[in-house]
C-alpha cells in the first residue's frame, strides 16, 4: 500500500496490517519520496521506522526530474508519485495497491473537476476500484468519512507527518480546503455526502459513454486512422465525444476542449491538415484522421 506517513496512510497501513497478520498476507509499504520539502528524509525514516515496528516490509523511491515548463508541480508530482508506486509495486510482486484516500478526498476532488471544467468522467473522480497497468488500485475508505479515520488515530494513539506544504495556498487544493470547503460546509453540511453521491452518479454515466462511444469508434474506423466522413454523419454531440476518445487512445493523454472544438469547426471543410495534439499531431489525408507521435518523447498515461 502506498504509505506516505500522512494521518490517512498511517491510519490505512495500521488497519491493513492489522486485517492481513490473522490470515498470514504479507503487507508492503511503498514510500515515495517527493524531493520537495527538507523534512521529506524525516518522514521517509519515520515511515521505516513505523514498518519495522508493526511488520510491514518497507520499499522507497526518490522522484528525479522536475516538472515542465508549462506542468504545475502538484499534477507532476501526483503523475510521478503514481508511477513510482507501480514500479515498486510490480518489483515487490504486489498486484494490488491499496490508498488511503477518504470520502473528503472524493468531495474535494468532484470540485475541483468542476473548477477545472470537467466532463462526467472528471467528475466521478477516483474510483473504489480500478485497473490500470497490470495492478489493482483499491480505496478501501473512499466512503468513510474523515471524522472516522481521526476517530481511529485517536483509538490506537498512533503518530503521523503533517507535510507543511499542505498549508502552502500556492496548491489549489491546499485553496479549496483552507478556504472553500470551510464557508461551504458551514453554508451546506451536507456538502461532503452530496458531492460523493454526485461522483457516484457521474461515474455510472461515464461508464454508460465509454459503451456507447465505443460503438461509434468501431464504426467509424479505419484501420488506426477514423474516417471523416463517418464521423461526420453523427450528431455533434457524439462528434465531440468520439474525438475526445480516440484522441486519448492515440496519445494517452487527456485532451484539451480546445482542441476537440477546433477539429469540430475545421474538419468538415478540410480536404486535408494537420493540427497540434498532445504528444504529438494529428494528420487529415484522404479522408482519414490519423495521428502521429512526436518522436521527442512518449505520451504518459494519466490517472
Not at 475541483?112 to 490500470?132: E, N, V
Not at 506544504?165 to 489549489?172: I, T
Amino acid at each position: 500500500m502506498a504509505a506516505s506517513g500522512g494521518r490517512d496512510s498511517t491510519a490505512l497501513l495500521h488497519a491493513t496490517l492489522r486485517a492481513a497478520r490473522p490470515l498470514g498476507v504479507r503487507v508492503h509499504a511503498l514510500h515515495v519520496h517527493h524531493g520537495l520539502h527538507p523534512q521529506a528524509d524525516t518522514w521517509q525514516r519515520q515511515v521505516r521506522t513505523q514498518c519495522r515496528r508493526w511488520g510491514a516490509i518497507f520499499h522507497a523511491t526518490r522522484l528525479s526530474g522536475a516538472p515542465a515548463p508549462a506542468e504545475s508541480v502538484e499534477a507532476w508530482a501526483r503523475r510521478e508519485r503514481y508511477a513510482a508506486l507501480a514500479t515498486m509495486a510490480r518489483a515487490a510482486g504486489c498486484d494490488i495497491v491499496l490508498l488511503a484516500h477518504h470520502r473528503r478526498d472524493q468531495a474535494e476532488t468532484v470540485l475541483l473537476q468542476l473548477l477545472r471544467g470537467g466532463g462526467a468522467r472528471g467528475l466521478a473522480a477516483m474510483p473504489a476500484d480500478a485497473k490500470r497497468g497490470g495492478l489493482r488500485w483499491l480505496r478501501p475508505w473512499r466512503d468513510q468519512p474523515r471524522e472516522a479515520i481521526e476517530a481511529y488515530l485517536r483509538q490506537h494513539r498512533l503518530r503521523w507527518v503533517d507535510d507543511p506544504g499542505n498549508d502552502d495556498g500556492r496548491y489549489a487544493r491546499n485553496r479549496l480546503q483552507q478556504v472553500v470547503w470551510p464557508a461551504l460546509t458551514d453554508a451546506f453540511p451536507q456538502a461532503e455526502a452530496a458531492l460523493a453521491q454526485a461522483a457516484a452518479r457521474a461515474a455510472e454515466e461515464a461508464a454508460a459513454l465509454r459503451e456507447f462511444v465505443a460503438q461509434d469508434a468501431a464504426a467509424c474506423a479505419d484501420g488506426d486512422a477514423l474516417r471523416v466522413a463517418a464521423w461526420r454523419a453523427l450528431s455533434p454531440a457524439r462528434q465531440a465525444l468520439l474525438l475526445r476518445h480516440q484522441v486519448e487512445v492515440w496519445s494517452g493523454r487527456g485532451v484539451p476542449g480546445t482542441l476537440v472544438r477546433r477539429l469540430q469547426a475545421e474538419l468538415p471543410g478540410a480536404a486535408s491538415g494537420q493540427w497540434p495534439a498532445p504528444g504529438g499531431r494529428l494528420v487529415l489525408r484522404k479522408g482519414r484522421l490519423s495521428y502521429q507521435r512526436d518522436p521527442s518523447g512518449p505520451g504518459q498515461h494519466s490517472d
